[in-house]
Nanobody, 122 residues
């Protein structure tokens, strides 16, 4: 079973940037579609971005134009570059993987990382 580990979270001021990474071991990374989701306290886990096996990308409206998802199959890693951060982006960010095409729905992903906290101060 594949294992995914996020890194790169932290505290940043509004308007700043962070880059999250999610590294994988186990099965061949390139066979997975990858997604990023986030969950704020007391809220549901929301879709942020996804990238297919062919690197097609999808974004939530709330982050389109500010966040960029990418993947490096040689490094078994997916990235989420987050620019122009806002306080409402504060959440635990999770990467997720699924076989097949990228999806926007969390329960369609089989494998999850442990999450990394992103806090944006105003």
């Amino acid at each position: 079973q594949a294992r995914f580990v996020e890194s790169g979270g932290g505290l940043v001021q509004a308007g700043g940037s962070l880059r999250l990474s999610c590294g994988a071991d186990g099965r061949t990374f390139s066979t997975y579609a990858m997604g990023w989701f986030r969950q704020a306290p007391g809220k549901e886990r929301d879709f942020v971005a996804a990238i297919g096996r062919s690197s097609s990308t999808y974004y939530a409206d709330s982050v389109a134009g500010r966040f960029t998802i990418s993947r490096d199959n040689a490094k078994n890693t997916v990235y989420l570059q987050m620019d122009s951060l806002k306080p409402e982006d504060t959440a635990v960010y999770y990467c997720a993987a699924r076989s097949g095409v990228a999806r926007r729905v969390a329960n369609e992903y089989a494998y999850w990382g442990q999450g990394t906290q992103v806090t944006v101060s105003s």
